[in-house]
């Protein structure tokens, strides 16, 4: 009864836990960090708008205005369309 009681429990810590970061990842976070992400690109719009989508499938954004990207490997090694890595993740797609 007392395995039940645990396992119960570690489960609901795993599924909150998982709640809690794609809340984490909602468009306030991913706002603010796109917001820094693309404040020196010449085209932000577009910047913004490919770094937003990015973040809501990662659910992290690199620190800074460029590189950084050993810090979220999921938007690093985002891949284009064409199968290549996206540049800052745009037109980005899970390998």
């Known amino acids: ?3 039940i009681l645990v396992t119960f429990l570690l489960v ?6 998982s709640f809690f970061e794609v809340s984490m990842a909602g468009s306030g976070f991913c706002d ?4 820094v992400r693309c404040s020196k690109a010449g085209a932000k719009d577009r910047c913004l708008k490919y770094c937003g989508i ?3 499938k990662c659910k992290c954004v690199p620190s800074g205005t460029y590189g950084n990207k050993q ?14 890595l996206a540049l800052a993740g745009l037109n980005c797609t899970q390998r």
């Open 1 to 3: 009864m007392k395995l």
């Open 12 to 17: 609901s810590l795993v599924l909150s836990s």
């Open 32 to 35: 603010s960090k796109c917001k």
């Open 54 to 56: 990015c973040c809501k």
């Open 71 to 84: 810090e979220c490997p999921c938007y690093r090694d985002m891949k284009n369309s064409k199968g290549q």
